[in-house]
């Protein structure tokens, strides 16, 4: 929601730094390498391909400089993003979470069911009521 954004974005990059990649047999680890070569390419494709697109890329979409091999991406969040970006249409499948502001609940209804895909969605928020209504459409 827009009038409590730049507040949430802060403690979510923070938080998001802080998360541990390693290699996923490491005690502690809490993220590991994305899959294969083509899609740690494709990964750093589509957070650079966002950045080109006007989004703001306020953490992460890169190699961790304390790993030299292996295709590990530090968890990128983008915000600034557009509907029309591809980083907004398209499924990443990597640590990449795109935030898009709205005002009201109905924009946040309308944005959330404006997906080719919806693999997955929740609904935060201190209200219990709202999430029950909004869950249901």
């Not at 990059?13 to 390693?22: A, F, G, H, L, P």
């Not at 005690?27 to 390419?41: A, D, F, N, T």
């Not at 890329?57 to 969040?77: D, S, T």
């Amino acid at each position: 929601q827009e009038k409590i954004a730049g507040e949430f974005l802060d403690k979510l990059v923070k938080w998001t730094k802080n998360i541990k990649i390693s290699d996923p047999f490491e005690e502690g680890c809490r993220l590991g390498p994305v899959v294969s070569k083509g899609q740690y390419e494709r990964v750093v494709k589509f957070v650079s391909n966002a950045r080109k697109e006007g989004a703001t890329v306020l953490c992460g979409g890169a190699r961790p400089g304390h790993f030299k091999k292996g295709y590990f991406v530090e968890p990128a969040i983008i915000s600034n993003v557009t509907t029309s970006m591809e980083i907004w249409r398209d499924e990443v499948f990597g640590p990449v979470l795109c935030v898009k502001t709205f005002s009201t609940e109905d924009e946040a209804i309308q944005l959330a069911n404006d997906s080719q895909y919806g693999l997955a969605g929740a609904v935060l928020s201190n209200d219990l009521e709202r999430c029950d209504r909004v869950s249901k459409v």
